[in-house]
């Protein structure tokens, strides 16, 4: 199956800074990436889906300048989690579409301390 | 509102002992409905993708089939390795393979 590489794996950040998450596709060209949420005994929740070469779509309730998505190449994707809050620590995961199907990267878990 | 539920929650077997796990959806034009195993700390891992009733799929000691309201994972004779969160998620016509998930089902299979 396709590979998507997601980093880092782990991250620990102090309240008001900010956190990049990077996405690749390592063996396929992703037009279409989407980032996704978790929280602890809880569903995946899609956050945004970004495009290569355009704006991404954020879903509601999601605040577009906190979370910023870059999606600059076919083959890299980028969450940045500005001014960074406790509430927001919680596991991102990304994931793009091959063939009908849905590959995702490892996920990277942000604690806000 | 697309709706996707998983039962149950949590499920313990014994090595060996087959069981079933459920997924009940409420959407408009279901595209596909996926399968996906996910351990503590990762990301999902793709097993099946169902696209219409009737149809089944088969990995090793897994197979999971596909009505119009809800699809099974059936685990046959399950080992302690299988032992994981499955999600069950669905993509629903024209959304550019968007999924809406269900909140798993977190399997423990004891030796």
């Known amino acids: 199956g396709a590979v998507v590489s997601q980093h880092p794996s782990r991250v620990i950040c102090k309240s008001g800074t900010s956190v990049k998450i990077e996405c690749r596709s390592l063996d396929f060209q992703a037009t279409t990436m989407f980032w996704y949420r978790q929280f602890p005994k809880q569903s995946l929740m899609l956050m945004a889906t970004?495009?290569?070469?355009?704006?991404?779509?954020?879903e509601q309730g999601v605040e577009k300048d906190k979370f910023l998505i870059n999606h600059a190449s076919l083959t890299l994707s980028t969450l940045t989690v500005t001014s960074a809050h406790p509430e927001d620590s919680s596991f991102y995961i990304c994931?793009?579409?091959?063939?009908?199907?849905?590959?995702f990267g490892q996920g990277t878990r942000l604690t806000v301390v | 509102e697309d709706q996707v539920t998983q039962s149950p929650e949590a499920l313990r077997l014994q090595e060996g002992e087959s069981s079933s796990l459920n997924c009940s959806y409420t959407v408009s034009g279901l595209r596909g409905l996926f399968w996906y195993r996910q351990d503590p700390g990762k990301g999902p891992e793709f097993l099946f993708t169902l696209y219409s009733a009737g149809e089944e799929k088969e990995k090793e000691r897994l197979k999971a089939t596909l009505t119009k309201k809800e699809s099974f994972l059936h685990i046959t004779a399950p080992k302690p390795e299988d032992s994981a969160t499955y999600l069950c998620a669905v993509q629903v016509g024209g959304s550019n393979y968007k999924l809406t998930f269900g909140k798993g089902t977190l399997l423990t299979v004891n030796p």
């Open positions: 994931s793009a579409p091959v063939g009908g199907e849905a590959f």
């Open positions: 970004s495009n290569e070469g355009s704006k991404a779509t954020y």
